[in-house]
């Protein structure tokens, strides 16, 4: 089993930035992907931003440019790095790690993004 905990989560003004953080613990060895999804009320969950172990970023078009995510695989830590934000990027944030040898992903409790004035 593999536990995320989620940080950093808030309220901002828009044109802020927030940063969140996210700790794995358990049977971590196993994690390749790590990253991170948000859920707005009425929506489904999509993707934002995802790392490999080997460094390997994959972004959604609405973030890219302002979102970096980042790891530190010493510290089984994943980081999202927000700048920008707008109301849009309201929403609750999870984050996701997948185990190809659990053939399984974890996710996180959640953390609440909100921009608004």
């Known amino acids: 089993q593999v536990q995320l905990v989620e940080s950093g989560g808030g309220l901002v003004q828009p044109g802020g930035s927030l940063r969140l953080s996210c700790a794995a613990s358990g049977s971590v060895f196993g994690i390749n992907v790590m990253g991170w999804y948000r859920q707005a009320p009425g929506k489904q969950r999509d993707l934002v931003a995802t790392?490999?172990?080997?460094?390997?970023?994959n972004y959604a078009d609405s973030v890219k440019g302002r979102f970096t995510v980042s790891r530190d695989n010493a510290k089984n830590t994943v980081n999202l790095q927000m700048n920008s934000l707008k109301p849009d990027d309201t929403a609750v944030y999870y984050c996701?790690?997948?185990?190809?040898?659990?053939?399984?992903?974890?996710w996180g409790q959640g953390t609440q993004v909100t921009v608004s004035s």
């Open positions: 996701n790690a997948y185990s190809p040898l659990a053939f399984r992903a974890y």
């Open positions: 790392i490999t172990n080997g460094g390997t970023t």
